[in-house]
């Protein structure tokens, strides 16, 4: 049932996507919030680059435990930010779809261990990147007084 329901946001996001001109959602957040949520990028980039780079020497040890820093327990982390709440649905849905992506690197790495297959993988989660970057900017909220 809860999957039928992320599936359909998912589907009503997409086909809304479709109608809309790049980068034309907003998100609004503090500028402690932005800082924050730039260093989540900043570390899925560095990690991204740590992952390719193992990949490229066969060191599938290496991308299981890179790939692990970015998989779920990173939002968990993020979560102690507090902003998830106010967050856009499809926002918190693709970037978890990221962090599962990673995940799923990090054990098929360690169960199967084939780089090709790893690539592939990790190809299809930085799709997840790019769609997120291609929807969304960032506005900055002016704090209350
Ligand atoms: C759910 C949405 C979302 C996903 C998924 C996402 N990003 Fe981002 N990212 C953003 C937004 C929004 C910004 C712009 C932040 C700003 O301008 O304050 C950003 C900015 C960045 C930046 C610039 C950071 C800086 O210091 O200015 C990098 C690098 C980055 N993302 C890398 C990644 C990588 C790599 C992935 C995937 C592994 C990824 N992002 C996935 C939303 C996302």
Same mark, same amino acid.
């Given at each position: 049932m809860r999957r039928i329901l992320v599936l359909s946001l998912m589907a009503a996001s997409l086909s809304a996507h479709a109608r809309e001109p790049a980068n034309s959602r907003v998100v609004e957040l503090s500028e402690g919030e932005r800082a924050h949520l730039k260093q989540e990028m900043r570390a899925l980039l560095t990690g991204a680059q740590a992952i390719l780079d193992a990949l490229a020497r066969r060191d599938m040890r290496g991308v299981t435990r890179h790939a692990g820093k970015l998989g779920s327990s990173m939002t968990r982390q993020v979560e &102690?930010?507090?902003?998830?709440? &106010?967050?856009?649905v499809d926002f918190l849905l693709t970037g978890q779809s990221v962090h599962q992506g990673f995940d799923r690197i990090a054990r098929d790495a360690r169960a199967i261990g084939r780089p090709s297959h790893t690539l592939n993988q990790l190809a299809a989660t930085l799709n997840h990147c790019v769609r997120c970057h291609a929807t969304y900017r960032v506005s900055v909220r002016r704090e209350s007084p």
């Open positions: &102690r930010g507090n902003f998830c709440n &106010r967050l856009p």
